[in-house]
């Protein structure tokens, strides 16, 4: 099944990068700019996930 895909409006500077990560990000690989911003949304995510898990355990911990 195809993704689809939807447009985004990103300055250039952000676009300028988005274009240099589609050609370093993985080496030998050419990601497409979408590619290049769903996998830094996705990585975003999981930092967000395992930040809000250490505090979470932090906290339980704090309050035993």
């Known amino acids: 099944q195809m ?3 939807k447009s985004i409006t990103v300055n250039e500077t952000t676009f300028d990068e988005v274009d240099r ?9 050419k990601l497409s700019k979408a590619q290049v911003v769903e996998n830094l949304v996705k990585g975003s ?10 505090y979470h355990d ?5 309050d035993n």
Request: hydrophobic content about 30%; charged content about 35%; cysteine-free.
């Open 3 to 5: 993704k689809k895909f």
């Open 58 to 62: 932090t906290r339980q911990s704090e």
């Open 21 to 29: 990560l589609s050609k370093t990000l993985l080496p030998k690989v």
């Open 45 to 54: 995510h999981d930092v967000i996930k395992t930040k809000n898990k250490i």
